[in-house]
């Protein structure tokens, strides 16, 4: 007896796995093996690398930008765990925010599937945009 399946891998005997079975159940899809595919799959071979490029720039734009704008005596830094950081660590603050932001850029590139991305090309994003809103705040505020 055939089962119908629509995981596009043919007609099989009823109850057989399917082959999207028979690789879920094995190692295949272990996180190395996903990445790896990742990384084969073309979005990941032209995207990874400029998406963490962007990632290391705009980290890199924050932690400047923040650091001119507060230097002002004017600001202080909106994000509570941010902050907490540079009460503890000072001006050293810089380094776990530019760890951050290369370990999130290599994993970029470790497993660059499309969500990943995405997600972290908005964040870049949304970091690049507070950059630009710390270094108007440093205008404002050094006149």
Excluded: C
């Excluded at 990943?116 to 630009?132: K, N, P, R, Y």
């Amino acid at each position: 007896m055939l089962d119908i399946n629509f995981a596009g891998d043919g007609p099989r005997e009823a109850g057989a796995p399917s082959k999207t079975e028979d690789v879920a159940s094995s190692e295949a899809l272990s996180l190395s093996a996903l990445a790896a595919v990742a990384r084969a799959e073309p979005v990941g071979r032209v995207w990874a690398l400029p998406v963490a490029l962007f990632i290391l720039f705009s980290g890199f734009a924050d932690a400047i930008s923040t650091s001119m704008a507060i230097g002002t005596g004017g600001a202080v830094e909106a994000n509570p765990l941010v902050r907490a950081v540079q009460d503890l660590a000072g001006p050293a603050w810089v380094g776990p925010k530019l760890a951050l932001h290369a370990a999130l850029a290599a994993l970029t590139v470790w497993y660059p599937n499309r969500p990943t991305l995405v997600l972290m090309a908005l964040v870049s994003l949304i970091a690049t945009a507070v950059s630009a809103h710390n270094v108007a705040l440093f205008i404002d505020l050094a006149r």
